[in-house]
């Protein structure tokens, strides 16, 4: 008998450099960030943790990259903590550090 699943948990990290590089393009630029998501972020390591934390939530549901990824935003409350627009029962971490940005996504 398989036991039901209560939590599913995607993790992802990204390398800022990479992210830099790719965020020159505006057709990057708007494929894979909402417009307030691109008001928010001042820096590539910002962009970075959006970006890794959207293909964490991905991975969290099992299943392949949706594009265009802007259909997914990441916003954050008032105290600064990142969470998933309009999705529920879902929290979410992002940090970054020297070189590399990381996402948990936790769906239950």
């Known amino acids: ?4 699943k209560k939590f599913r948990v995607g993790t992802d990290i990204v390398k800022i450099s990479r992210i830099e590089d790719s965020i020159k393009s505006d057709s990057f630029l708007h494929k894979v960030y909402s417009d307030r998501e691109r008001e928010y ?4 390591e ?12 991905f991975k969290a549901l099992g299943q392949g990259i949706k594009l265009p990824l802007s259909n997914v935003e990441v916003l954050h409350d008032i105290n600064g903590k990142p969470y998933i627009n309009g999705v529920e ?13 990381v996402a948990t996504v936790i769906i239950w």
């Open 1 to 4: 008998m398989e036991m039901q």
């Open 41 to 44: 972020c001042r820096r590539a």
């Open 46 to 57: 910002s962009y970075a943790g959006i970006f890794a934390a959207k293909e964490a939530y």
């Open 89 to 101: 029962n879902c929290d979410l971490s992002i940090s970054h550090d020297g070189e590399y940005a």
